[in-house]
Each structure stands twice: as C-alpha cells, then as structure tokens.
C-alpha cells in the first residue's frame, strides 16, 4: 500500500508513535488509509451540510475495513464574495484548493482519496489535485439547494439578484424584496439552477468520478447520503482494480462532459476549469476551440434555470445526468471507463425512466445548437464566450453604441443611475485573470440589468460570468485589457456587433485605428499585495483556462 511509506518497518516507528496519538491501533496499521477532502465550511450553504455528510462517509469507510483520515480545504461562495473586493479571491481560491488536496495527499501517502466538494471553484479545484495525484478517487459533490417558494412561484438566489434591481428602478416594493430574500434560499446546497456549482457537478459525474445520480442528488435528500454511502463503498472497488484518475479523465472523457455541458446550456465558466482540468491531467486537446467545434454539433436539450424555468430538482426527478446521457448516448464516447469501475455504457445500461418533456431527445431539442458559444472577431482574436441558450432569439445578433467602464464598480453605478438604456453594449474591461486580478463574476450588473428590464442591452467583459447571469453576455474576452488586448481600444460611443449565430463580435473600426488607439493606452496598475499579487505575476489569459504559469 502507498500508505506503507508512512507505517510500515523500523524506520516507521516514529511515525506511528504519531498515528497512535490520533487513535490508530495494530489492526488499523495494516488497513488502507483512506483521506477525505471535505469542504465544510460554516459560510457557505452548498457546505454547510458536508459535517454530517462525512460521518456517513467514515462509517462505511471503516465498516469496509479502511481507515478515513478527513481534511478540510476552503470553500468560497461567490453569491456572498459577489461586487466588492471579496470576488477578486474566487476564482484564485480554485489554485489553493488544488494545492492544498494535492499537498495533504502527497504528506501523508493516502492510499485513496474521497473529495467532496460543492461550490464554483472547488469542484474543479479538487479535480485538478485529483489529475496530479493519480491515486483512487471518487467524489461526492454536495448536491443542488431545494428551491423556495414566492407568492406561490418557485423562487431561487438568481430571483434575488435581479430582483434587486427591479427594486431600484420601483418594479417591485422593497417589502417584497425582503419577503423574496427570506424564502429564496431555503437551506443547504448549491443554487437551485444550472449556475457553475451544479454545471461542474453535473460535468464531475459525466466525466466519470462521480457515481450516476450524484450530481442532481440534492443537499438535504435521503438520496445524497444513500449516494454517499456508496460512494465509500466503491472507494475500494477502485482501489483494488487499481483504477485511478487518469485512467478515467480521458481525452474521450472530457469531449463526453463538454458534450453534456452544451446540451444542458451550462455555466460558460466550465471553459475555465474544463481546460484548467485537462492541463493538468497533461498532453489533451481540450481547448474553448473544442467547445466551438462541438457546439455546432450537440444539441441543446435540457433547459434549466437561468436559460429556462426548470431547476436542478425537476432534472433530478426526470432522471437526471444518467438520463441526459442516455438521450445523448449516439454522440457520446460510451467505451471510457467510470469510478463505478463500468464503462458508461454499462452504466447507461441501468437508466430505464426519462421525463422528456425535461429532457428532449436529440431528434427533439430545444435547440439545434450547443447551449455556450465561441466567438471570434477583432476584439477577441484568442476568443470570448457566451451562454447563448439563456439568450433570447432576438437578441442573438445585436450592434449598438459601446458605454465603456473600467471596472465592475463603475459599470453598477451607471445602471443604477439609469445611464444604461435599451440598444446599448456596456463594455466592462480590466477585469481578466491579470487585471481583476482574479476574473471577477460579474452577476451584479447582468441581474441589474435584467432586473431593469432592459432585454435589449448586450453586455461584453475580459471578466467572467456567474452562471446565473442570462442575456447577451460575452465574457472571457482575450487577450484581456490588462494585456493589451484589443478591448482596451474601445471608447464610449463607439459600435460593437455580436453575431451569435455567426460566431462573431466586432469592434467597427479597423484594424489601423485599433492599433493606434492602442499604442496610447495606460495600463491600469493596482496596488496589490499577497496572494493576489502572486497571481497576477503568474495567471495566464481566460482562454487558456486561466491557468498559473
């Protein structure tokens, strides 16, 4: 065992002086160490629940003859980080996470490795150390948020956001805002929709280091601790079949969960961390030009929240991932191997019940297009994102006159003052990996926006999305301003076209001038300190998943 390097012979002796202190005796020297990353935390509601959670876990774990060692890692919710200083740590908060599992595995030579994560960045920071540490794993991501209840509407945390601004502009009372505050978000788990927590679960699943049904499994379901608990259970299947990360997370793999992810319409931040995972599994091709190539391809099949009216509970209820895979299954690869120690076509094997009025077959879609779209043109040469299964048909090609803003702050303050109106392009820039620094979400203003009513105005930043934002929003934008990226070239007035169904976004002005309104840019300098002057020296561009250097 791998754990041997630490309690096996005389020159461990020491060692296991210091694993006796934490309760270990002759029998568990000879047991598989089993560690546990759970991401509990008391401030985050996609973790609050993970306490208890792991006890299940553990139970199993030494009912099956392994000894559980838990670990904690951080956990950012990005709904509380959201439009102050607090998001310019979100996404850097995925590099630590990665490296924390990665460091706590590596010293004390686990023999396998159970992650349970949740929210936005943790997923995919757990699946990162899972890539370098190539060690049995599974995950037990934490489960989707039930949603509340409003006036007799099923409510989520995205009603909140742009319900905000429809209190602003007197669309609705300030006592119902607080009503809707109060009920929105009525326990532990990830926002009720397909924001980035239940994508990147939903893409853990579909990659195969989660079992079938655990990614719409919610919070606080029977279900999720009955997931759980054979979760543990087949900890050891892997471990004895010697069956390990990069084994699973094949070149095959990802296309299947980019494949899900544009027929679900997912968070465009899976462009982040789906390339992020795949640097570090090491010699793929999983690129934003692999997510353009398959978008033409893959149907969008499954409308849920914030491009339709579904929620994670009725995609769990119409058979969930299983069942959006076995509608997908001609397009997918059905021979790569799972964390069931089956390949997904045994495991598709299992799926019997499908609500498809939820989740359309490929001859039936909602639309014949992947729900996320590449787009290129002279102000995103690298490219830029967009989820264009929350876009309205109408609003699929849009040109109008740019309001350009240097940074999220500045953008929020002129919709609240009601300088933003219908037909224009807000432009938000210096807010890329290097320039935010961090890539901050920009929710605030899209749910403003929308919460205004104004469905007219196209919204286009080097920064990213949270993937509760709706609407014509491009993001990802690169190279970003910070590096000289064209984006910096745009001033007020100036008119951008979007052509969604062309893969377009152009800046109309050409190339000559582009370049001379360049040459006299000033970069923006912040004065940083710590972490985030860390990352900033070492982060790379959004289309290379903002990976550190």
Not at 171 to 195: H, T
Request: aromatic share 4%; net charge negative; charged share 25%.
């Amino acid at each position: 065992m791998r754990s041997d390097n630490i309690k096996k012979g005389i020159n461990r002796t020491s060692h296991r002086s210091l694993l006796r202190a934490c309760g270990l005796d002759d029998e568990d020297m000879k047991k598989p160490f089993i560690g546990i990353a759970n991401s509990y935390t008391d401030i985050v509601p996609g973790h609050i629940h993970l306490k208890d959670l792991v006890q299940e876990v553990k139970e199993v774990i030494r009912a099956e003859g392994g000894v559980p060692f838990e670990f904690n890692t951080m956990a950012v919710c990005d709904g509380i980080a959201m439009n102050h200083e607090g998001m310019y740590f979100s996404l850097p908060s995925r590099e630590i996470i990665a490296n924390t599992v990665e460091s706590m595995a590596m010293a004390h030579q686990f023999d396998a490795l159970i992650c349970m994560p949740t929210c936005d960045k943790v997923v995919p920071g757990m699946l990162m150390a899972a890539a370098r540490l190539n060690i049995p794993t599974i995950f037990i991501t934490g489960g989707p948020m039930m949603p509340g209840k409003f006036h007799g509407e099923v409510v989520d945390f995205i009603n909140v956001t742009e319900a905000v601004g429809a209190a602003q502009s007197g669309k609705m009372s300030e006592e119902d805002l607080y009503e809707l505050e109060r009920c929105a978000c009525p326990g532990a788990g990830s926002c009720a929709g397909l924001f980035t927590a239940n994508t990147m679960a939903c893409l853990t699943e579909t990659l195969g280091m989660s079992l079938p049904g655990c990614a719409t499994a919610h919070a606080v379901s029977d279900k999720k601790v009955e997931v759980a608990r054979q979760s543990a259970k087949s900890i050891f299947t892997l471990i004895e079949k010697d069956i390990k990360p990069l084994d699973v997370m094949t070149q095959e793999a990802f296309e299947n969960a980019i494949i899900v992810d544009l027929a679900l319409g997912g968070s465009t931040n899976t462009t982040l961390h789906i390339p992020a995972i795949a640097h570090e599994v090491g010699d793929l091709d999983v690129t934003i030009d692999l997510f353009d190539k398959l978008s033409h391809e893959v149907p969008y099949i499954c409308s849920i929240r914030p491009g339709g009216n579904n929620r994670m509970i009725d995609v769990d209820n119409a058979g969930g991932i299983p069942a959006v895979m076995k509608n997908l299954e001609s397009l997918l690869h059905t021979d790569c191997v799972t964390c069931t120690s089956k390949t997904v076509e045994e495991n598709l094997t299992q799926v019997t019940n499908i609500d498809y009025d939820v989740i359309h077959t490929v001859e039936n879609p909602i639309r014949d297009e992947g729900g996320i779209a590449v787009l290129y043109g002279n102000i995103a040469p690298n490219g830029s994102v967009i989820k264009q299964g929350a876009v309205n048909e109408d609003m699929l090609i849009h040109s109008g006159p740019c309001k350009v803003y240097n940074s999220e702050e500045e953008c929020v303050s002129a919709i609240e003052n009601d300088e933003i109106v219908d037909g224009d392009v807000v432009v938000i820039r210096y807010e890329g990996p290097k320039g935010g620094p961090g890539m901050r979400e920009m929710l605030n203003p899209t749910a403003a926006i929308m919460g205004r009513e104004l469905f007219h105005v196209a919204l286009i930043t080097d920064g990213r999305f949270s993937g509760g934002s709706r609407g014509p929003c491009v993001g990802h934008i690169s190279p970003e301003a910070a590096e000289g990226g064209p984006i910096a070239a745009i001033q007020n007035g100036d008119t951008v076209s979007i052509n969604v169904k062309e893969r377009t976004i152009k800046l109309e002005l050409s190339d000559d001038e582009i370049r001379e309104r360049l040459d006299k840019v000033k970069p923006i300098e912040r004065n940083l300190k710590g972490w985030l002057r860390q990352y900033q020296q070492l982060a790379t561009s959004a289309d290379k998943g903002g990976v550190l250097k």
